[in-house]
């Protein structure tokens, strides 16, 4: 054999070689599965993981924002007329969260911790000085107190001492106030014959440097699956807050870790302890955050949906006669039994007849809209919106006068903007991984690469050896 045939026949052997192990490797998802079972195994909350400090002390700046709504006909309404309201804010806090008491339990297969934030005021980034700027807005102690007491004996007694007092449906405070707390007058006149009663009333009392019981998550170790999932909360592993297993299934992450290969037709389930709940959000579209790719979820319609749009909600009913409207989640049964009502801002994705009651109201998807972007690859947040409205329903109750003139109205006070963008040095540690992913699952196409290569070294020789013998 001359040197040239076999020259052609080790390039051949090479080419066929390159070519048939590139593309079984290709083929097989030899190389993706490998990476992929690297993650699985890196990802997990376990001291000394990847991810382990950023879970307990995210880099990332959270913000707060509370936009509430200014009532500037409350007269009017008192008579009968449509409520007015303004939008006023933001008044924005910067969100310092960290998981503390952090703890291994269960043989190591979970780990224990509290979720504690604080708040600080950034007068930069707010439209106003929430201890000066005024609101008129409903009077959520009385009305918690006139849906609390029954019978004649005890309204005709706290009529009267809401007159003595001058406690009214409506109240004028500042948003310091109305976040962070002030003392009732109606709420300290009747803490005086019932210690239980706190006289301090505030949306965000007690929730400054606080947590919201502990948490018991999974660590993902047995099962990716499982990666930040809650296991228990307050040592329940369900609630008791409504009606039916369903409802009161403690379902999902607490928002702060998902679980790596995210899929786009997956549901993701989270649970919120402030909307004593577990809810969950659906695939919506492809989105990039500072050149990472992620899945944007977000909260379908039939999240809040009536019982007679999703059925399955209708667990979430205090009582059969006091089934809401789409849009809607009556949460007094962990509020104490005070009419506090959940929604979206300014009713996003409610009934409309929500919107068309109050003259203010303008749902936006892009301003009122909850969502959650996600680098699917890794889980990791690359930016977030959780917003959430309060209200407070308002009807007529027998026995107090002050709401004679009151046809029932789901009256909006606030809502909340709480938003996240991933900051740059977690952005460069993401792309580095995620470039790591990229290379080593596309490593076998250096093979068929390679192997091409060597087919056209093949072609070019048989063509020459072809026209030598010519």
Same mark, same amino acid.
């Given at each position: 054999?001359?040197?040239?045939?076999?020259?052609?026949?080790?390039?051949?052997?090479?080419?066929?070689? %390159?070519?048939? #192990?590139?593309?079984?490797?290709?083929?097989?998802?030899?190389?993706?599965?490998?990476?992929?079972?690297? %993650?699985?195994? &890196?990802?997990?909350?376990?001291?000394?993981?990847?991810?382990?400090?950023?879970?307990?002390?995210?880099?990332?700046?959270?913000?707060?924002?509370?936009?509430?709504?200014?009532?500037?006909?409350?007269?009017?309404?008192?008579?009968?007329?449509?409520?007015? #309201?303004?939008? =006023? *804010?933001?008044?924005?806090?910067?969100?310092?969260?960290?998981?503390?008491?952090?703890?291994?339990?269960?043989?190591?297969?979970? =780990? !224990?911790?509290?979720?504690?934030?604080?708040?600080?005021?950034? $007068? &930069?980034?707010?439209?106003?000085?929430?201890?000066?700027?005024?609101?008129?807005?409903?009077?959520?102690?009385?009305?918690?107190?006139?849906?609390?007491?029954?019978?004649?004996?005890?309204?005709?007694?706290? !009529?009267?001492?809401?007159?003595?007092?001058?406690?009214?449906?409506?109240?004028? $405070?500042?948003?310091?106030?109305?976040?962070? *707390?002030?003392?009732?007058?109606?709420?300290?006149?009747?803490?005086?014959?019932?210690? &239980?009663?706190?006289?301090?009333?505030?949306?965000?009392?007690?929730?400054?440097?606080?947590?919201?019981?502990?948490?018991?998550?999974?660590? *993902?170790?047995?099962?990716?699956?499982?990666?930040?999932?809650?296991?228990?909360?307050?040592?329940? $592993?369900?609630?008791?807050?409504?009606?039916?297993?369903?409802?009161?299934?403690?379902?999902?992450?607490?928002?702060?870790?998902?679980?790596? @290969? @995210?899929?786009?037709?997956?549901?993701?389930?989270?649970?919120?302890?402030?909307?004593?709940?577990?809810?969950?959000?659906?695939?919506?579209?492809? #989105?990039?955050?500072?050149?990472?790719?992620?899945?944007?979820?977000?909260?379908?319609?039939?999240?809040?949906?009536?019982?007679?749009?999703?059925?399955?909600?209708?667990?979430?009913?205090?009582?059969?006669?006091?089934?809401?409207?789409?849009?809607?989640?009556?949460?007094?049964?962990?509020?104490?039994?005070?009419?506090?009502?959940?929604?979206?801002?300014?009713?996003?994705?409610?009934?409309?007849?929500?919107?068309?009651?109050?003259?203010?109201? !303008?749902?936006?998807? &892009?301003?009122?809209?909850?969502?959650?972007?996600?680098?699917?690859?890794?889980?990791?947040?690359?930016?977030?919106?959780?917003?959430?409205?309060?209200?407070?329903?308002?009807?007529?109750?027998?026995?107090?006068?002050?709401?004679?003139?009151?046809?029932?109205?789901?009256?909006?006070?606030?809502?909340?903007?709480?938003?996240?963008?991933?900051?740059?040095?977690?952005?460069?540690?993401?792309?580095? @991984?995620? @470039?790591? =992913?990229?290379?080593?699952?596309?490593?076998?196409?250096?093979?068929?690469?390679?192997?091409?290569?060597?087919?056209?070294?093949?072609?070019?020789?048989?063509?020459?050896?072809?026209?030598?013998?010519?």
């Amino acid at each position: 054999m001359t040197r040239r045939p076999c020259a052609i026949y080790a390039v051949g052997v090479t080419c066929a070689t %390159l070519l048939v #192990v590139g593309i079984a490797l290709v083929l097989g998802q030899v190389f993706v599965t490998l990476m992929h079972n690297r %993650l699985k195994k &890196e990802i997990v909350l376990v001291e000394g993981s990847r991810v382990f400090e950023s879970w307990k002390r995210p880099p990332p700046p959270v913000y707060m924002e509370y936009f509430f709504f200014n009532v500037t006909n409350p007269d009017e309404f008192l008579k009968g007329a449509k409520a007015k #309201v303004n939008q =006023v *804010g933001p008044y924005t806090y910067r969100e310092y969260r960290y998981k503390d008491n952090v703890t291994m339990v269960k043989n190591g297969t979970m =780990v !224990s911790a509290y979720n504690t934030k604080s708040f600080v005021f950034m $007068r &930069e980034r707010s439209v106003g000085d929430p201890a000066v700027d005024n609101i008129t807005t409903v009077n959520i102690p009385a009305w918690a107190v006139m849906n609390k007491v029954k019978g004649f004996f005890q309204t005709t007694v706290v !009529s009267f001492k809401m007159s003595s007092v001058g406690s009214g449906v409506f109240t004028t $405070r500042t948003v310091d106030e109305l976040l962070w *707390g002030y003392e009732d007058a109606l709420l300290n006149n009747l803490a005086q014959s019932n210690t &239980e009663i706190d006289p301090i009333f505030g949306l965000m009392y007690k929730k400054n440097g606080t947590h919201s019981g502990e948490f018991i998550y999974h660590t *993902g170790e047995q099962n990716y699956m499982d990666y930040g999932r809650v296991e228990t909360w307050k040592g329940q $592993r369900a609630l008791t807050f409504w009606t039916t297993n369903q409802s009161n299934s403690i379902n999902g992450s607490d928002g702060s870790a998902f679980h790596p @290969l @995210l899929k786009k037709n997956e549901r993701i389930y989270i649970f919120t302890p402030d909307l004593c709940r577990s809810i969950y959000m659906e695939f919506e579209k492809v #989105v990039d955050v500072k050149g990472i790719p992620a899945y944007r979820f977000t909260p379908p319609r039939s999240v809040l949906a009536s019982k007679e749009e999703n059925p399955a909600n209708e667990g979430f009913c205090v009582t059969p006669e006091q089934c809401l409207g789409t849009g809607l989640l009556k949460v007094s049964p962990c509020r104490n039994g005070a009419p506090v009502v959940a929604s979206f801002p300014h009713f996003y994705l409610g009934d409309t007849k929500y919107v068309a009651a109050i003259e203010g109201m !303008s749902p936006e998807r &892009e301003h009122h809209q909850t969502y959650l972007d996600l680098n699917p690859t890794t889980g990791v947040i690359v930016r977030a919106n959780k917003r959430a409205q309060v209200n407070v329903l308002i009807n007529r109750i027998t026995g107090f006068p002050i709401t004679r003139g009151l046809n029932e109205t789901i009256f909006p006070v606030m809502f909340i903007n709480e938003s996240v963008v991933i900051d740059d040095a977690s952005v460069a540690r993401v792309q580095k @991984l995620l @470039l790591i =992913v990229t290379l080593v699952s596309h490593f076998p196409l250096i093979f068929v690469g390679l192997g091409a290569i060597m087919l056209v070294v093949l072609i070019i020789l048989l063509l020459r050896a072809r026209k030598q013998k010519v």
